[in-house]
């Protein structure tokens, strides 16, 4: 290549590197690609290139095109895959009927941002989007909760385990000492719906959720569980169990879980109602995990999602609402001594949010592990926006 076309195109490509490094602040790259360029730019050294190239044989020649080609193709992918776009196989069914088990869907970094030292709080950020996430998105994230596992148990979730037999031993001691911990990276991948963002209130009644007082009628995709009226004609009875994924037997009546696209389909709506626990029957089992708060599955809130910035006035009573996002998310020391509220050993009233969080659910909700059973999501857990499948599995 003569040498003022070479070194126009070396500019060229230096320019769109430093754009690149300007964007995602990754300065490794930047310091690999920049030597590679100053190879090709220099003329002594170019030379040398073009006469090393010319000596060999056209069988090396070959070998090493691919060789290069290969390296190349697998930057470019790591690229891809870490600040764009990346693959995600679906491995439970809390997204029926949206997603299916098996299922590959393409995950989108690129709209909400690529994030950036997602292990720091308080040095994490998002790289600029086109976007941004919202109510409704699909997103892939680490599972909050997933900073611990037992390494005889590594497919449960620790905390719930703990949780449902806070009362008495669960594990053998052997196993307590097995607890291993998982940065933020490396943690278990789940796909849920967003259902609110930072600074929404939160609010739901009989399975129905209420978004800043205003209520959201559940998505055509979501399932819930439902009884079979008496009057309904046999016939009719009959179908709607064979559009039922499970259905069982309750103080005389039948129980079916069906979508909410499906039921409009056939025209179910006066032949069901909705099957939902009792307002005020508590579950130890959903977030918060207080006595104080007489929440279960299908009535819980209200509750403010915590948004970046933000300051909220700290008391016994709301503790237990932010106590994980102060402590594991943000990595904050905090007790209660007296009555009073320490964070760092400072007694305090008030904490300011420094990320900010989600509240998510899966389309599946009788079969759904979500925020319900641990709360918030925060943003350096979020992978992605899920743009769509790849892979069906029928």
Request: no cysteine; hydrophobic share 35%; aromatic share 14%.
């Amino acid at each position: 290549m003569p040498t003022t076309k070479r070194q126009y195109v070396v500019v060229v490509l230096f320019f769109l590197l430093v754009t690149f490094t300007l964007w995602s602040y990754d300065w490794i790259s930047f310091l690999l690609f920049t030597s590679l360029l100053t190879l090709f730019y220099h003329p002594k050294t170019y030379s040398k290139i073009e006469a090393f190239w010319r000596s060999k044989s056209s069988k090396t020649k070959n070998i090493f095109e691919w060789i290069i080609a290969g390296l190349l193709g697998i930057i470019l992918l790591t690229l891809l895959n870490h600040y764009f776009y990346s693959v995600y196989k679906v491995r439970s069914t809390s997204m029926l009927v949206s997603y299916k088990t098996g299922e590959l869907v393409l995950v989108d970094k690129f709209k909400a941002g690529s994030p950036v030292n997602i292990n720091n709080p308080d040095r994490f950020r998002r790289l600029k989007g086109d976007g941004s996430i919202e109510r409704n998105d699909v997103i892939v994230f680490h599972f909050p909760e997933g900073d611990s596992i037992l390494k005889s148990r590594k497919n449960d979730s620790y905390y719930y385990l703990k949780r449902q037999y806070k009362d008495k031993p669960f594990l053998k001691k052997e196993e307590f000492d097995n607890i291993s911990y998982r940065p933020v990276k490396l943690r278990t991948k789940y796909i849920k719906r967003v259902i609110a963002l930072p600074g929404d209130t939160v609010l739901f009644r009989e399975g129905t959720g209420i978004i800043n007082g205003v209520k959201k009628p559940p998505l055509p995709s979501v399932i819930q569980k439902y009884s079979i009226l008496d009057n309904t004609p046999y016939g009719k009875r009959q179908v709607i169990l064979n559009y039922s994924r499970n259905q069982y037997s309750k103080n005389n009546k039948v129980v079916v879980e069906l979508s909410n696209s499906e039921i409009e389909k056939n025209s179910f709506a006066s032949l069901i109602t909705r099957e939902t626990l009792p307002l005020n029957l508590p579950d130890p089992n959903i977030f918060p995990f207080s006595s104080s708060y007489f929440w279960n599955k299908d009535n819980f809130g209200p509750v403010v999602i915590p948004q970046k910035g933000v300051t909220v006035k700290l008391t016994l009573s709301n503790l237990p609402l932010f106590k994980r996002v102060i402590t594991a998310y943000e990595k904050n020391r905090l007790r209660v001594d007296w009555n009073t509220i320490y964070i760092n050993n400072t007694p305090t009233e008030e904490y300011t949010f420094k990320m900010n969080y989600y509240w998510v659910m899966g389309d599946n909700r009788p079969h759904s592990f979500d925020s319900r059973y641990w709360g918030f999501v925060p943003d350096n857990h979020i992978i992605g926006i899920v743009e769509k499948k790849v892979f069906g599995n029928n």
